[in-house]
């Protein structure tokens, strides 16, 4: 029987949905006939989030993330997953009031990078994560020096993001500006692209890029479909590794 992948969503829906579709896919592939993943979402409202992170309360995000991931617990769930690259800002809060494994889009994408053999990557994201250290840091921690747009693009892509992708919006010249950040970002050095916002493949793929592209919510749920599928040893956290 395979494992119950927790998913604490709605940041946005949109991006829940991909993740649930890919989640079934995946296992569907693996697995064949009719099979789909055992798992639980849990909806947060992005509104009260939102606000949260406009008014830099990390600290009531994290509270209100941790009881949705203790309730994904009690409801069966033996992991859990955070569909959203900024709100593993709080990660280490979250994984703290669980017993479960809690697996990292940080670490899930820089593992594929540094398998990749590369080095250096841009990084497309929200403000919040493409300016704090959180995201950076654990990157560098893996051997991955990461490069963000200038001022004026990180605004273009974050408004993007929040404007447009976390309403499902799709429009064309949005992709197009996309498109340019990203080959601002391999003109400088960048020899891969991170799609690190969980919206943000909605808009943008391996087509629109001169470089590699890691698309971190693929990578997340592919990881994820690993330790569902994997012996119940390998799906306990490692000691000594990386904290959260």
Do not use: K
């Not at 209100?64 to 994904?72: P, S």
């Not at 560098?140 to 919006?169: F, K, M, Q, S």
């Not at 050095?189 to 470089?211: F, N």
Request: with cysteine.
């Amino acid at each position: 029987m395979t494992r119950t992948i927790g998913l604490i969503g709605g940041m946005s829906w949109e991006s829940s949905a991909e993740y649930y579709r890919l989640l079934n896919e995946e296992t569907r592939r693996r697995l064949g006939g009719h099979h789909c993943a055992r798992s639980l979402l849990l909806t947060v409202d992005f509104a009260e989030i939102e606000a949260m992170q406009r008014a830099g309360d990390w600290t009531g995000a994290g509270r209100a993330l941790a009881e949705a991931a203790r309730t994904l617990e009690r409801a069966g769930a033996d992991m859990v997953l955070l569909c959203t690259n900024t709100m593993h800002r709080v990660a280490d809060v979250v994984e703290a009031e669980i017993g479960v494994p809690f697996v990292h889009i940080i670490d899930a994408t820089a593992d594929r990078i540094v398998a990749a053999g590369i080095t250096t990557v841009g990084l497309l994201a929200t403000r919040y994560t493409m300016e704090m250290d959180f995201y950076r840091e654990r990157m560098r921690a893996r051997g991955v020096e990461v490069i963000v747009p200038g001022a004026d693009d990180r605004t273009l892509v974050h408004d993007i993001i929040y404007r447009e992708l976390t309403l499902n919006r799709i429009e064309d010249v949005s992709r197009r500006t996309y498109r340019r950040i990203i080959s601002d970002l391999a003109d400088r050095g960048a020899q891969a692209v991170i799609l690190g916002c969980t919206e943000i493949t909605l808009l943008v793929g391996p087509g629109d890029s001169p470089v590699p592209v890691f698309d971190s919510t693929r990578i997340h749920v592919e990881h994820a479909v690993d330790l569902a599928l994997s012996p119940a040893s390998a799906a306990r956290p490692v000691p000594g590794g990386p904290a959260s």
